[in-house]
């Protein structure tokens, strides 16, 4: 059968995850908004699409967004974050999660 996006993806809250953002995306988040950055879970292998609006009234003529997304594997980076200056490189794992 065909899985909804949510059982595809989930948004994950900043606080919630293990990285960092702009005090403002934080302050956003604790009064039930969202900023111009979010963060996507996929929860299972499939295709889905995310869309976004601006719900400001000024720009109510601004359509909505969509893009398709495609979650493949979970899988999990090694180191999960860094920060590297320009034209240096990084060596990093893709493990694939396991669950029970």
């Avoid at 899985?3 to 900043?14: C, E, N, P, V, Y």
């Avoid at 111009?36 to 869309?51: F, R």
């Avoid at 976004?52 to 980076?77: G, I, R, T, W």
């Amino acid at each position: 059968g065909n899985a909804k996006g949510t059982d595809i993806l989930r948004f994950m809250s900043w606080k919630d995850s293990p990285y960092n953002t702009e005090p403002i995306l934080e302050k956003l988040e604790s009064q039930g908004s969202q900023g111009n950055k979010v963060l996507l879970e996929g929860i299972k292998t499939g295709s889905a699409k995310v869309s976004v609006k601006l719900v400001d009234a000024q720009h109510s003529s601004v359509p909505a967004a969509v893009e398709p997304l495609m979650v493949v594997a979970n899988l999990f980076l090694l180191p999960p974050a860094a920060n590297i200056i320009p034209c240096a490189s990084l060596d990093y794992t893709a493990n694939q999660f396991r669950g029970n």
